[in-house]
């Protein structure tokens, strides 16, 4: 068992270094990073049309997502709130959907790599709607999840009055430990993203259950590596005071860098897995 699980990460880190994997995370990751307003500015719109945020809202939901480093939530805090005072709700909106092409283009290189990885490749043209769907997809998703955490409160608030005129008493201490799932909800979300990434942002066809390996150990690490990130930098390393007001895009970047490179691993032991099955 040992010795079978050597051999897949040995060759997990094969696939990853054959296919050069390296330069695919920096260029998604500069993409991303250059798409980061844009991308944002995308969010708050689609948050327009599903419902009314704040700035505290999109904030605390981004600080979830994001490590928690001072200068990268300041700099957050900072484009949120800006977006948000543009003159009027409509230009924002415009304004995001003629970001779309070059917003996707952080997804066009992930999609690059993951078919190098699969060893498929499909003409640009045809790609780069794929990347645009999942672009979509990636904006839509986020606030789709801040509208269950702030609603989570009036979920809580039903449930205690439903269990209540249904004489379920017992049942009502149990509400706040079953809302208390919310993180558990968006780790699934989080998995189940990558995964329908996985499947079909590359060329060539995978069964969702293939690519499942790879989503799970991929959200797994990023989480981790999140919370650890967040541990170690305040603690240990000084940003500010050596790169001064560019520290949190210089975070940002080197953060974003190893979130996508764990991706790209994650779809590398999918191959590894595939390779020895057949």
Known sequence: MKSCLISLVK????????????????????????????????????????????AEDVCGFLYRL?????????????????LLQQSGRTVVSISAVTTLWSASNGLSAIQAGLEKIRGTRRPSFKGKPRALLFTVLYVLLIPALLVFQILRSSVESLLNSLFTALHLDPLISKIPQFMGLSSLIVLAA???????????????????KSQLPGAVSSCVFCTAFTLGFSWFIPRFWK????????????????????????????????RALEDKNT
């Open 11 to 54: 060759k997990t880190v094969s696939v990853f270094s054959e296919n050069e994997m390296e330069i695919y995370s920096g260029y998604a990751a500069l993409y991303i990073l250059m798409s980061l307003v844009p991308l944002v500015m995308l969010v708050i719109s689609a948050g327009m049309i599903l419902s009314a945020f704040s």
């Open 190 to 208: 989080s998995i189940l993203i990558i995964v329908l990434t996985y499947t079909w942002l590359p060329a060539g066809r995978k069964t969702l």
């Open 239 to 270: 940003a500010s005071s050596i790169y001064g007001s560019l520290a949190a895009v210089f975070l940002t970047a080197m953060w974003l860098n190893i979130m996508i490179t764990i991706l790209f691993y994650g779809a590398a032991l999918n």
């Open 66 to 82: 994001l490590p928690n480093v001072p200068e990268v939530q300041e700099m957050m805090e900072n484009i949120v709130t800006n």
